[in-house]
């Protein structure tokens, strides 16, 4: 067996077994065998094989977290122990301040929180505290999700709290296939910074926005708790699994999905679309004008 073809057969199988809607796996591996079968994989290297696979995968399904992702760098064949890996994304975490990359007051009294990822609560929850805070005192906030790429639910869950008067705010509801189970997550009723209620928001959000951060600004749109400002988002609500099948190449394949209580549906594949539609490098501007109108 080639390693084309050991490539081919794991992700296929992975894809089949894992994958949030069972009943589409057949299709997916018809279109790739066929695609195979056709030679359409021929002489390619590893890196060309991911980039092809993935643009067919998602031509047979259009699920923009299911691909095939090439590294430089070898990887572990082996199950990376719990421990391990989260203590690696503690790392990560920390490095980054817990995805709060800025926090400022701009003129008018506005508030300006910057949110490169959302990590889970229990890692992130005394940095978001200490960042409300810091807002805590303003008139009007501006929430940035243009460089936010993703982030935990649980995460999502604490930020969104923050907007919200108590515990009885349901916010997302998450299926997850292996459990055939659904887990609901509602507003948090102990914080430990103050909440943000009763004044205008304005949520930034662009092409890059994706995943938890597309998420945050979901909820805080269809429950009519801020205003979102810029570019439709990347389109991804699908929680997924890492799962490496050679040494430089992993199938990402998608394992829950997100179903909001108000709409019944999700972001995947559409994105969140923003209230005023303006080209991302000019949100900021477009949101303080709104938000100056708001506040009279």
Same mark, same amino acid.
């Given at each position: 067996m080639t390693l084309q073809h050991e490539i081919?057969? *794991?992700a296929l199988a992975r894809i089949t077994a894992?994958?949030?809607f069972p009943e589409q796996t057949a299709g997916i591996d018809a279109a790739i065998r066929r695609?195979?079968?056709d030679s359409a994989y021929d002489g390619l290297d590893e890196q060309e094989l991911c980039e092809r696979v993935t643009a067919d995968l998602q031509e047979a399904c259009p699920d923009k977290h299911l691909r095939l992702l090439w590294s430089?760098?070898?990887q572990s064949m082996d199950q990376e122990p719990e421990d391990v890996a989260r203590a690696r994304f503690e790392a990560y975490s920390r490095d980054n301040n817990y995805g709060?990359?800025?926090v400022e007051q701009l003129a008018g009294n506005i508030g300006y929180l910057s949110l490169s990822m959302i990590p889970p609560a229990e890692l992130g929850g005394p940095v978001f505290a200490a960042a409300m805070q810091l807002v805590a005192a303003t008139d009007a906030l501006v929430i940035d999700l243009r460089g936010c790429r993703g982030g935990s639910p649980e995460?999502?869950?604490l930020w969104c709290s923050y907007f919200f008067p108590d515990d009885e705010v349901h916010l997302n509801d998450i299926y997850d296939r292996a459990s055939d189970? *659904?887990?609901?997550?509602w507003t948090v009723g102990h914080l430990a910074g103050p909440r943000y209620l009763d004044r205008p928001v304005a949520v930034l959000t662009g092409s890059v926005t994706f995943s938890g951060g597309e998420e945050l600004a979901y909820n805080l749109k269809v429950l009519e708790r801020a205003t979102l400002v810029g570019e439709t988002t990347g389109g991804g609500a699908h929680p997924t699994s890492r799962i490496p099948v050679s040494p430089h190449v992993t199938v990402t394949v998608p394992t829950a999905r997100s179903i909001n209580p108000v709409t019944g549906t999700n972001w995947e594949g559409?994105?969140?679309r923003p209230d005023l539609a303006v080209p991302a490098d000019r949100a900021l501007e477009a949101a303080l004008d709104y938000l100056r109108e708001q506040l009279g």
């Open positions: 081919l057969e *794991t894992g994958y949030v695609r195979w079968a430089e760098e070898p709060v990359r800025r995460g999502v869950q189970s *659904t887990r609901q997550y559409v994105g969140v």
